[in-house]
């Protein structure tokens, strides 16, 4: 995937394609992509998995970078592994597996970028939720069907899903098992695009580019700001802006800015006094007339 935006620095490194671990993840210097690598079932979110998330988030936690969360084979999430799902208790479900790893992932410093293709259901779509930006293909299907299984989506679609969509369409989703295709997912925000297949990676880069542009000090504080709670507000705005006013990126960014502005200006001012400069009358010389 590094194909993308992202130039792989000398330190970075990429997890083996053939590996058996639950995630493929591939370090670059300004991005970490997370693939998910459980193809023969549909990418099923096991123990073994939100442990590698959580590993992951640790180093997102300790170098925040942008990340990229994808699917394999053509398939985001289908769920929750259903085999682990039906031998769990009373006391695993207290213990918040899955709530817990995605709670992490929503808080990570850095914006994540989801890159949702084919099936994202149940746990899937909770993971998919946690993020910051969601990027579908026409065959995207997302959805909560998990009272069919006797269960409820308690992994964050329970609250997180009414904050993006509202209070009907969550409601269509989370108690009436509706999924949603591509189109209608993008129509109420749920998916920020619908790109076709062989371009989902490359939107997905072409956002973490725009994203590691701007200051990332910058960005960090963005994100933390918009998830502090109403109360929080305008304090925790003022101390963001307080702590980037004294940043030497802000002064180098502000400082290349009007330099620019500036050059524009110099350059305008130029044409304009090169065009009235033209449009001068060119004196008459030679006519029959005119005297020496």
């Known amino acids: 995937m590094s194909a993308g935006g992202g130039a792989e620095s000398a330190g970075s490194s990429a997890e083996s394609a053939g590996s058996n671990s639950p995630l493929l993840i591939e370090r670059l210097e300004d991005r970490t992509i997370i693939r998910l ?8 979110i096991d123990l073994d998995m939100v442990e590698a998330l959580h590993s992951v988030c640790a180093e997102l936690e300790a170098t925040p ?12 999430a289908a769920g929750a592994d259903i085999g682990q799902m039906r031998n769990r208790g009373r006391e695993e479900a207290l213990a918040g597996i899955n709530s817990k790893v995605f709670s992490r992932i929503q808080e990570l410093p850095m914006p994540v970028i989801a890159l949702v293709e084919g099936y994202a259901l149940g746990g899937g779509a909770e ?6 930006f969601r990027i579908g293909t026409p065959t995207t299907k997302i959805g909560n069907p998990e009272p069919g299984l006797g269960i409820i989506a308690s992994a964050g679609a329970a609250w997180r899903l009414r904050e993006l969509v509202g209070e009907p369409r969550a409601k269509e989703i989370l108690l009436a098992g509706r999924t949603l295709q591509a189109d209608e997912a993008k129509s109420i925000g749920l998916l920020n695009d619908v790109v076709d297949p062989e371009d989902l990676e490359l939107a997905g880069e072409a956002l973490a580019d725009r994203i590691v542009s701007f200051a990332p000090l910058a960005v960090r504080l963005s994100k933390s700001a918009f998830h502090a709670p109403r109360e929080a507000h305008p304090l925790i705005d003022n101390v963001a ?7 030497e990126e802000k002064y180098a960014r502000m400082d290349a800015f009007l330099a620019k502005r500036e050059a524009k200006k110099r350059k305008k001012a130029g044409a304009v006094a090169t065009e009235a400069i033209d449009e001068q009358p060119v004196p008459r010389t030679g006519q029959k007339g005119d005297t020496e």
């Open 37 to 44: 690598n459980r193809p023969k079932v549909r990418n099923a």
């Open 241 to 247: 802006q307080a702590v980037l006013f004294e940043t």
């Open 65 to 76: 970078k942008v990340a990229i969360i994808t699917g394999s084979d053509g398939v985001f």
């Open 127 to 132: 993971l998919a939720f946690a993020c910051d």
